[in-house]
């Protein structure tokens, strides 16, 4: 594959994906001094080269090694899946790339919470204090995250979704739409709860619950 061709002046970062959370993420680092060298998209290579959300999309991850050499050192994987999110980080560092936090002007995080390498707090988010937010994980627009947290790698807490204080999140979970987290709860690793659900209860890996209050519908 041909190395992709920057702009003149190498740019400062470049985000993996090419869908929604990738225009939002875009917002957030022009919002915040970033220059955008471009985007990588996996899905279809037929993008290549096509103009998205004020940048081009480059090609998928084979031009990592360009991109490093072309000087550019920071990313963002905007990838909604949270295992995907996950893999494609881990293949992003091996490249030599720093993974950067993305964090709207609008959002409020405490002095003293902790916020990992290529998390995306967007606008309106909440952290309080005392919380440990991990890496590659995403606190969508208008979401919150009360004190004395742990939300662990990869994990997205979406819109509008409300975690109160002392909630453990494992790795890889997804907290779904205008969800509520009752104190002291914990979820585990890689588990899905739906939009709108209220967790009451601790919930295991791997498994999938909904309803108020919320109830294991299935495994996976």
């Known amino acids: 594959m041909n190395p992709p061709t920057l702009p003149s ?50 090609g998928g991850l084979e031009q990592l090694p360009a991109l490093t050499a072309a000087g550019v050192r920071q990313a963002v994987v905007a990838i909604g899946d949270c295992t995907a999110r996950l893999r494609v980080a881990a293949l992003v560092t091996e490249a030599g790339l720093q993974l950067s936090a993305m964090i709207h002007p609008r959002a409020i995080h405490s002095a003293d919470a902790t916020i990992g390498p290529g998390t995306v707090l967007a606008a309106g988010t909440v952290v309080n204090p005392a919380t440990q937010i991990g890496a590659n994980v995403i606190v969508n627009t208008a979401a919150t995250v009360d004190h004395d947290c742990v939300i662990e790698d990869g994990v997205h807490i979406a819109c509008g979704a409300h975690v109160a204080g002392h909630v453990h999140v494992g790795r890889g979970s997804w907290v779904g739409m205008g969800a509520l987290v009752r104190e002291r709860v914990r979820i585990g690793a890689h588990t899905l709860v739906g939009a709108g659900a209220l967790v009451l209860k601790d919930l295991p890996d791997h498994v999938v619950a909904y309803g108020s209050p919320a109830k294991i519908i299935q495994h996976v």
């Open 9 to 58: 002046a190498v740019a400062e970062l470049v985000i993996v994906g090419a869908g929604g959370h990738a225009r939002v993420v875009a917002d957030i680092a022009r919002l915040t001094g970033h220059t955008v060298v471009g985007f990588l998209d996996e899905v279809d290579p037929g993008r290549r080269g096509t103009a998205f959300a004020g940048a081009a999309i480059l």
